[in-house]
């Protein structure tokens, strides 16, 4: 008896020994590959820091993804891979005397980290380019005017007839080769540099403005331009400055860039638009008797993104559309801009506005399509809501209901059954 109950338990303090002792073999065996794993997550992390970092302070300048915009040098090029640790981390540091690339360390006046220059360095070494330019996107930082733009020739010749016009000419050329992509078309500011052509702008000194634009505004995206312009240059930038309420609007145009879209950021305008613009503009940007269609060729072929996110952002003043600069982020709207953009390619000729009963069954929407657009019976709000949820929730209630009807159901003959079967065994 005594030795059999020694010897079982024995055996079981072996058996967990031996236990104990496999789990910390495979453990230690394990580290390796631990260490692997903990690299590669720290290295992830570096990485997905590194392109929120390069959206937000390197896109402007060269692309989207990395791409090189101009005269601007692509970053997701094969000799920069190659290029040794040391001497990437010091372009980014130091920046390139004599060109439009700052100096980003904090040393050196710039806005950046060491930590966060490595990161950058990491990302143009083994960064991941596309999933950079969908960030880029994401977060509504994606440049819509390219480094340089172009003057409109003619409105450039007639800044000739005003005082010192060659100064003022000589500045716009400045500005579209230097400064829009920041300060936007026409200096009127774009998400990542306030407007240049601005009453409170103007109403600083010269000494101010000469400063800023000589030295920067450290912290900030604004780099000092000692390096790349000339004296002359800075001061006939800040006469253009001073002066913008002279030169007339569309001298510096907006080119006509189309905002890039992702998955995410469609799924998101999408969304935007079901929740804040629906109710006006209809559900498809189709129009309603409240505000027009915006899903029609005319509109989307004569407007450009640019102007599109500036109608949204800003409202239409005196009309219903209200503005949603102060309530949406520019990345929302830019989502949103991608989504009714997608509208072109399907677009009807003529809008078809939606009244009472549109978003109703096929019948009444044909009776509708060819009747006067303008509601002819019941009221167009109360009509438009009841309609369009009932279109939208019925058929997918349908099959719902009824399968959660068969499973309450087929539950309940289970409970039945069972219960009147051990009722019988007792
Ligand atoms: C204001 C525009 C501008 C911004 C913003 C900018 N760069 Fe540059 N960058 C340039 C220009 C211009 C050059 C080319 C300089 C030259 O001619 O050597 C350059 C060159 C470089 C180079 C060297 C490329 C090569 O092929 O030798 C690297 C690396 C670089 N930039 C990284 C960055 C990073 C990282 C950021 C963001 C933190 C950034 N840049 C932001 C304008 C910019
Ligand atoms: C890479 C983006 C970028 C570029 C390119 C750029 N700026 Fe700026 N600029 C900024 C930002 C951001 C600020 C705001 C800085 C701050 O908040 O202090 C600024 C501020 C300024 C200011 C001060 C405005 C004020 O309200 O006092 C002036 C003047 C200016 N920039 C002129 C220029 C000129 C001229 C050029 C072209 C030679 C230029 N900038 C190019 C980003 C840029
Ligand atoms: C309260 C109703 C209302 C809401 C909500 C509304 N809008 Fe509007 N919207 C209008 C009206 C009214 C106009 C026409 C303004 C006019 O007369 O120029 C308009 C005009 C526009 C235009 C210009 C159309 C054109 O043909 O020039 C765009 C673009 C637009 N809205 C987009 C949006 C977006 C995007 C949203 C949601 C974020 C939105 N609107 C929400 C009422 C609305």
């Not at 000799?79 to 920046?95: C, F, N, Q, S, V």
């Not at 500045?171 to 230097?178: G, R, S």
């Not at 009841?386 to 019925?394: D, I, K, N, S, Y």
Request: proline share 8%; glycine share 10%.
């Amino acid at each position: 008896m005594k030795p059999k109950t020694f010897l079982i338990e024995s055996l079981i303090g072996l058996g967990g020994l031996f236990l104990i002792v496999s789990a910390l073999g495979i453990y230690i065996l394990n580290e390796p590959n631990r260490i692997v794993a903990a690299q590669n997550e720290i290295l992830s992390s570096q990485l997905d820091d590194a392109m929120t970092l390069y959206a937000e302070n390197c896109s402007v300048c060269h692309g989207l993804r990395g791409e090189g915009i101009g005269a601007t040098p692509p970053l997701d090029s094969a000799a920069l891979r190659t290029m040794p640790y040391d001497d990437l981390y010091k372009t980014i540091a130091r920046g390139r005397y004599q060109t439009a690339m700052p100096a980003w360390s904090i040393e050196d006046g710039g806005p950046l980290s060491d930590y966060q220059i490595d990161e950058l360095t990491t990302l143009i070494l083994y960064g991941d380019w596309t999933k950079t330019g969908e960030r880029t996107v994401n977060l509504g930082l994606a440049p819509l005017i390219p480094f340089t733009a172009e003057p409109d020739p003619a409105l450039l010749a007639e800044l000739a007839n005003l005082p010192d016009g060659s100064t003022l000419q000589a500045a716009v050329q400045l500005f579209a080769a230097n400064c829009v992509a920041c300060h936007g078309a026409d200096g009127l500011g774009t998400g990542i540099a306030p407007a240049l052509n601005d009453p409170a702008v103007r109403e600083k000194s010269a000494e101010e403005i000469n400063r800023v634009i000589t030295y920067g505004s450290a912290g900030t995206l604004m780099a000092g331009w000692s390096n790349a312009l000339t004296a002359e240059d800075i001061s006939a930038l800040t006469t253009l400055i001073q002066r913008w309420d002279e030169v007339p609007l569309g001298t510096i145009p907006a080119p006509n860039v189309p905002i890039p879209v992702t998955e995410e950021s469609l799924a998101l305008g999408s969304q935007l638009f079901a929740a804040n613009c629906a109710r006006c503009h209809g559900p498809e940007g189709q129009g309603t008797p409240r505000a027009p269609s915006l899903n029609v060729k005319s509109f989307l072929t004569q407007t450009s993104d640019l102007a599109i996110q500036q109608i949204i952002t800003q409202g239409v003043p005196g009309t219903a559309m209200p503005a949603w600069g102060d309530r949406m982020t520019a990345a929302e709207i830019q989502a949103i801009v991608g989504f009714i953009r997608q509208w072109e390619p399907t677009a009807p000729e003529v809008a078809v506005i939606t009244r009472p009963g549109g978003g109703g069954p096929p019948w009444l929407r044909n009776e509708t399509n060819n009747a006067n657009p303008l509601p002819s019976t019941g009221g167009p709000r109360q009509a438009g809501q009841a309609g369009q949820p009932a279109t939208q929730t019925v058929p997918s209630l349908d099959w719902r209901l009824l399968l959660l009807v068969g499973v309450v159901l087929s539950l309940a003959f289970t409970l039945i059954f069972t219960g009147l079967f051990s009722l019988k065994q007792t």
